[in-house]
């Protein structure tokens, strides 16, 4: 069964461009109530503990100093079939293949600095939910 939470970071590049409210717009509008939120910024060590999954990949270190690069907003998500809703309204990863209307199509610069992030599963959402916030931190 699909669970109710997902997990979503605004990145560095939407941060410094000033697209906060509009991403978090388009989040509520979608129905997905915040659950926890911060705006906080990742140490290096902890970008790279976060995209541990990634650490064979080419662009690791890219991503990693990116995601370190500069403040960051935090946050779970709650609605029905959280994961996969949330992934159809951000779109592609690469900016250039997200749907119309995604909040990549609308957001992203490119496919490194691609304006958010969206947990891909269930299991995932709740280990990235549990990396960020205390029990207490959600609501
Ligand atoms: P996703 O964020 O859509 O799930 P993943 O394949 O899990 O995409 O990659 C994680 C993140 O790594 C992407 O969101 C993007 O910031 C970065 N990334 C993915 N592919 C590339 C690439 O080819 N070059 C640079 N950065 C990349
Ligand atoms: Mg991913």
Not at 37 to 56: C, D, I, N, P, R
């Amino acid at each position: 069964m699909a669970g109710n939470r997902t997990f979503t970071m605004i990145k560095p590049d939407a941060v410094r461009n000033g697209h906060i409210g509009a991403i978090l717009a388009k989040i509520n509008e979608a129905g997905f109530r915040i659950v926890a939120m911060k705006f906080t910024k990742l140490s290096q060590e902890k970008a790279g503990e976060f995209y541990e999954v990634h650490k064979e990949r080419p662009f690791y270190g890219e991503l990693v100093d990116f995601m370190s690069s500069g403040p960051i907003v935090a946050a779970a998500l709650e609605k029905d079939n959280a994961v996969e809703d949330f992934r159809k309204l951000i779109g592609a990863t690469n900016p250039s293949e997200a749907a119309e209307g995604t909040i990549r199509a609308l957001y992203a610069t490119s496919i490194g600095e691609n304006a958010v992030h969206g947990a891909d599963s269930d299991e995932n959402a709740e280990r990235e939910i549990a990396f960020h916030f205390s029990r207490y931190e959600q609501f």
